[in-house]
């Protein structure tokens, strides 16, 4: 808190938010010899992942590529349990770090910073918390991440709505039952998508509100083999050189080929294997199709027609199917999306109609 004679707390840095940015820079703050304090409003470490608890939540990145490569010894310590992390491991990998570094005497929970100004005169911010603290700091770091704010729709009458509703961004801690409930879901996004087929097997009936229909291809979650897990340890320092050396934080191989250059017959075949190993292959497999709009196409048909040899219901199956081009809207993966729709317990409603 701010000194007896309220003169402010004087530190080196201030950072805000305790998930994977803000960790890691007070651990490099410190490691500086720089006094640094960070500022979270969640009582606990994780960020993102401590407040996003729904059913289903699940990282899309492969947990082997998910990791601080700070330390070598920190990589070889964790262990994950399948190729893409659910929010409990990847929350818990997050308590595990912020353990070992001893990061915790550095973090004050339950404190939001309310205002930070520059004084140009002394070259330093001056921090408000809502908690009455104002601190002086040379460095103001903001780790916040681009989803931290729940967006909740001024929907009419939800205030007088008498039962209950849930955001995917604050989830309770404690779980949901929906068993015996009519639930609607509204939004039919990444947290959606992942949340739709868990709360479809335990609802009496689920209905979907769907604006934009989504293309997304089947993760392919599975356990990881102990074999699998040895050998990503082993790599460690091959793998971090292609972390950084890739265009999005994962060595990720691009065809060398266009779409254009295959017959429909091959191109079919390369589809069909990407769609079966899962995850974000199927956009990789070809060197244009993301910058080749005829290109694209081939692949954004592809998708289109698995939705129809997936959905049962024609109707259901044509306002699932998107109407632009894959990849245009943030690339989906998921585990029984489309599925989920032949179940006699879900319905679908396209609030565009």
């Known amino acids: 808190m701010s000194t007896a004679n309220n003169q402010p707390t004087a530190l080196d840095a201030v ?84 353990d070992k570094f001893d990061l915790r005497p550095n973090i004050q929970f339950k404190t939001r910073i309310t205002s930070a100004e520059f004084d140009e005169t002394a070259s330093r911010w001056q921090l408000q918390t809502d908690g009455g603290e104002t601190i002086s700091a040379k460095y103001f770091i903001t780790g916040v991440g681009c989803i931290s704010t729940a967006n909740i729709p001024n929907f009419k009458g939800l205030n007088s709505f008498k039962g209950k509703w849930y955001h995917t961004g604050h989830w309770p801690h404690e779980k949901v039952d929906f068993s015996g409930k009519r639930v609607g879901i509204i939004g039919t996004g990444s947290s959606g998508v992942q949340a739709i087929p868990v709360i479809a097997q335990e609802a009496a009936h689920l209905t979907v509100f769907q604006r934009t229909p989504q293309y997304s291809a089947p993760a392919r979650n599975r356990p990881y083999t102990e074999e699998e897990i040895l050998q990503a340890k082993a790599n460690f320092s091959e793998m971090k050189q292609q972390v950084r050396a890739s265009a999005g934080g994962t060595p990720v191989q691009t065809g060398d080929r266009s779409a254009l250059q295959d017959s429909p017959e091959e191109r079919q075949r390369v589809f069909e294997e990407a769609w079966a190993l899962g995850g974000h292959a199927i956009l990789t497999v070809y060197n244009d199709l993301l910058t080749d709009e005829e290109a694209n196409e081939t692949v954004s048909e592809f998708i289109r027609t698995k939705i129809h040899e997936i959905v049962q219901d024609p109707e259901t199956a044509k306002k699932l199917t998107p109407y632009y081009l894959y990849g245009t809207k943030r690339a989906i993966i998921d585990t029984d999306y489309y599925e989920t729709f032949n179940r006699s317990n879900v319905s679908l409603v396209d609030v565009r109609c």
Do not use: H
């Open 15 to 98: 950072v805000i938010g305790a998930g994977f940015s803000g960790l890691y820079m007070l651990y490099r703050l410190r490691e500086a010899g720089l006094s640094v304090r960070v500022y979270d409003a969640a009582d606990g470490v994780g960020g993102v992942w401590y407040w996003n608890r729904y059913p289903g939540a699940r990282c899309d990145s492969e947990s082997i590529y998910y990791n601080y490569t700070f330390s070598e010894e920190l990589y070889k310590e964790w262990t994950w349990n399948s190729r893409y992390p659910e929010q409990p491991d990847i929350l818990r990998y997050l308590n595990f770090v912020a």
